[in-house]
């Protein structure tokens, strides 16, 4: 009995191998089958490439009906630019594309396929039928084709466009078959990436169905509305938008508010240039933009969109072209963070910070209809008094605006005044711990070591971001002696602790000297320092969310901080609120402790309400 190999060989070529010969070319049909399994794997991979056909050929309205999971049949319809009878009897070749045309075209590509495989992959494993027809032509034309047979073509009468019928997938290679899972979950495979696509080109009406049941009709409109009616209005109403733009890299899209926040990433996705990605580089950049917002073990929702020069990205790293490089990926990856950092920012995912009122250039006036309104003088708006009774401004709502009064606007001879400084909180230490600090809407209760920690480690990453150290020489260089656990952590932390103004000379095994430190750290205190930041970093990489800097800047800023028993002078008490007021996420410690808690006055009210 032959190996199987050699049969085939019999059956493609009628020849022989010779005697000595072992190497062999493999016959096409089944090198095809071969390069098939690259593209296509199940039906999800058919679905994807037709309907990522459909995209690049211009259609504004693709319909996708399935039958058996798409096992029996995958049918897409788009109303696209069609295909001429010759270039419909050349797609289904290997290697043939319309889309990439030499090597330059490759480092910018702009169109979802490229490579020219998968029309020929599914005609090596299935039954595959193709109408189409172009604008300029009065009739269209029909194929035909079968693994391993010539491909029929006839004229067809039909709408501009076209048509895409694979019927019995892998009808022809029983392992790929077995391989495949149940319908339903080959199905679930199919529907998550139509809602991808959905996702990735809302101005496109797409309908899906699976035999005679409707799943969706989306009509082409606005990502937003898109985001409704496939997620729900409620959903899409908690969203926060988010946008950037720097040096050519553009970002869009929506992030969920941490109360949307679910236990897996299914609602997570990332579109660069259209075409949807997997990337856990910028998944991480928004998670850790999130700090401790977020319940642990959550992840938040989001869909965003990036867009830049093809030239800057490589998606020809997969067959599928899930995962991409790209030549820059640490700005982009701040890009990202940036962005979603301050869109939580904007949105008030907590409480609103109740003396930021009083600081802005606010004003109280008289107003006929309910006794005082507040005016922001510089720009002569009203703020409704609702905004002091309300403890985060929903997402969407914006100060009212009314007609600006008849009175001439303020002269610029007016404006210093405004910069005369804010009222001051009233604030009192409690029992060496504790801030109590009085706002508008009651009173809040400040930990004065997290709060500080908050504010420390803020100023330490903005100190890496700037990278602009400020060494402080020491008179006489530290010699430290570490342990060598410390000095390996030292070791890998070394160019990070000298971006933010540490000089160091390691002495191995298990010695460094020190001599400068960041100018920031108190005196006399430096080698200490040094020691706990080793320390700490250790157990920080369990529960502060991020990269080095982040764990170092937690570490850091947690052995700098004020300790709870330390008495703080009334200045600065004053001056803690103020930096944290300036913070960019006031309301946790790097490691998720409450910075303050709120005890408004409604809530104070109620408790000595008479029963
Ligand atoms: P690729 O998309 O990588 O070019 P394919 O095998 O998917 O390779 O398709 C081959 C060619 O067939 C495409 O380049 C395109 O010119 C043409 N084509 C495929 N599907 C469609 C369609 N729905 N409408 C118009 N042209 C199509
Ligand atoms: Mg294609």
Redesign the pocket.
């Known amino acids: 009995m032959l190996p199987p190999s050699v049969r085939l060989w019999r059956q493609a070529t009628n020849t022989e191998p010779m005697g000595t010969q072992r190497i062999w070319i493999l016959p096409d049909f089944l090198a095809s089958q071969i390069a098939a399994g690259e593209v296509i794997q199940r039906p999800e991979s058919v679905v994807k490439?037709l309907v990522?056909?459909?995209l690049?050929?211009g259609a504004t309205q693709i319909a996708v009906n399935v039958r058996g999971a798409g096992k029996q049949l995958v049918h897409v319809v788009?109303n696209?630019?069609?295909?001429s009878r010759e270039?419909l009897a050349l797609?289904i070749r290997r290697h043939?594309?319309?889309?990439l045309r030499s090597a330059e075209d490759l480092h910018r590509i702009t169109t979802l396929?490229?490579?020219?495989?998968?029309?020929?992959a599914i005609a090596a494993v299935a039954h595959l039928e193709i109408r189409?027809r172009t604008a300029e032509e009065h009739t269209g034309w029909r194929l035909l084709s079968e693994p391993d047979a010539q491909p029929r073509i006839e004229p067809w009468a039909m709408e501009p466009g076209?048509q895409?019928f694979v019927r019995n997938l892998f009808f022809n290679v029983p392992a790929r078959r077995k391989f495949l899972r149940s319908d339903l979950s080959e199905f679930r495979l199919v529907s998550d990436l139509m809602v991808r696509f959905a996702l990735a080109a809302p101005h496109v009406r797409l309908t899906f169905s699976d035999e005679r049941t409707l799943i969706f009709d989306l009509p082409a409109g606005t990502l937003l509305e898109r985001l409704e009616r496939l997620f729900g209005e409620e959903f899409a109403r908690a969203l926060i938008p988010v946008e950037a733009a720097e040096e050519g890299v553009v970002l869009s899209g929506f992030i969920g508010h941490p109360q949307q926040a679910r236990p897996s990433r299914a609602q997570q996705f990332l579109f660069l240039n259209g075409r949807w990605i997997q990337h856990k580089g910028i998944a991480h950049a928004v998670f850790t933009a999130y700090e401790q917002l977020l319940e642990p073990g959550t992840f938040p929702p989001f869909v965003l969109y990036l867009q830049l020069d093809p030239e800057r990205v490589d998606v020809n790293v997969h067959p599928q072209k899930h995962e991409v490089k790209f030549e820059d990926e640490r700005f982009i990856y701040g890009v990202v963070h940036t962005a979603v950092a301050r869109a939580l920012q904007s949105h008030n995912v907590a409480p609103t910070l109740g003396w930021e009122l009083a600081q802005a250039p606010l004003e109280r006036q008289p107003d006929p209809q309910s006794g005082q309104v507040l005016v922001n003088r510089l720009t002569g708006e009203i703020v409704l008094p609702e905004r002091f009774h309300r403890r985060a401004a929903p997402v969407g709502v914006r100060p009212v605006v009314l007609p600006a009064p008849s009175v001439p606007s303020p002269a610029p001879a007016q404006q210093p005044e405004l910069a005369e400084l804010p009222p001051s909180p009233r604030c009192w230490q409690l029992h060496r711990r504790y801030i109590l600090w009085e706002t508008p809407q009651g009173v809040r209760i400040v930990d004065q070591h997290v709060a500080h920690e908050r504010v420390l480690y803020e100023r330490i990453l903005r100190l890496f971001e700037r990278g602009e150290p400020l060494p402080q020489r020491l008179l006489l260089p530290l010699t430290v002696q570490l342990d060598p656990a410390a000095f390996a952590t030292l070791e890998e932390l070394r160019s990070e602790l000298e971006r933010l103004g540490f000089e160091l000379r390691l002495l191995p095994p298990n010695q460094v000297e020190l001599q400068a430190v960041p100018a920031e750290l108190p005196p006399g205190r430096e080698e200490q320092l040094l020691c706990e930041l080793l320390e700490s970093y250790r157990e920080y990489e369990q529960h502060v969310p991020g990269g080095v800097r982040e764990r170092v800047a937690a570490a850091l800023a947690c052995r700098m901080a004020v300790k709870s028993g330390e008495e703080l002078s009334e200045l600065q008490i004053r001056t803690l609120l103020q930096q944290l007021l300036e913070c960019r996420l006031p309301y946790v410690c790097p490691h998720g402790r409450p910075v303050f808690v709120e005890l408004p006055l409604e809530e104070l009210d109620r408790r000595f309400e008479r029963r």
């Open positions: 490439e990522e056909n459909s690049d050929a788009d696209g630019c069609g295909m270039d797609c043939a594309t319309s889309k396929g490229f490579r020219g495989e998968a029309l020929a189409t076209t895409v």
